[in-house]
């Protein structure tokens, strides 16, 4: 991502170090840091998801517009934006289920648009991807619902072996009293946190969260935002996590991106991207109803 702004640091990716935080107006801030709640264990020379001039187009519809990004092993980036400012299909895009229509995707190291079908799908498997309707399959239970990973993708494993896979990510998400209920007897915050233990069974390096938080109530979005945190420090992942959620963002996010209309407007910290005086920054916070401290 550059620098946030690709018309004025063209050759600057979101995520590089000469600045953080850097506005419409093209001036670099120096935050040295630019980190927020967690991200300790963060390697800035080890780049696990790089983009460069990614353009992606929907017939005459320009959805991204030659966007840079960065994302450090280890990494919680949120990407945030309004419905429709491409969000989803940047993350699809990363994930190899979109290609894009110019622009390079290399994803722990491979480029995508080099993979044949067979070498796509292992790079797959190290990737999590956490839907935002969860996407379990409504006619098995919880148990069936985390082996199929497994049975699918890990066919030397002995039926002892995945039984306590997936005991052991039921007790991780907190929900091991679940592993016979069906789909229908869950809460909304119970398919996502199974929705995420089922990506979490393949011990990816990478997740990808499509607004975690949706459609849930302020309670359970707090539980969400705190297990994505834990399964940072736990499994050791690197993220990519959009929202318009700004409690999400504030959470969850070592970094924060600002997207519109295709173009990232500006990253950092969460407070150093809303200290931004641009007015389409500052109308997406005062609609959250979010009041700074």
Known sequence: MAALIQDTAPNQPAGS????????GGTGIDHSSGAGPGG????????????RG???????LQVLKGVDLDVFKGENVVVLGRSGSGKSVL??????????????VEVLGSEIERLNAR?????????????????????MNVRANLEFPLVRNKKELTRKEIDEAVVQVLDDVGLSPSINQMPSELSGGQKKRIGIARTLILHPEIMLYDEPTAGLDPVTSVEINDLIREVQQRYNTSAVIITHDLTCARATGDRVIMLSDGCFLRQGSFDEVFESADPRIQHFYTYNFITKA
Request: proline content about 2%; glycine content about 10%; cysteine-free.
């Open 17 to 24: 170090e000469r600045s953080n935080a850097v506005d419409q």
């Open 54 to 60: 990614v353009r992606k187009a929907f017939g005459d």
């Open 119 to 139: 070498e796509l799908r292992t790079l797959r498997s190290k990737i999590g991807f956490s839907f935002q309707s969860s996407a379990l399959y409504d006619g």
């Open 40 to 51: 300790t264990g963060i390697d800035r020379s080890n780049a696990v998801i790089a983009l």
């Open 91 to 104: 993350i699809k895009i990363i994930a190899g289920l979109l290609r894009p229509d110019q622009g390079s």
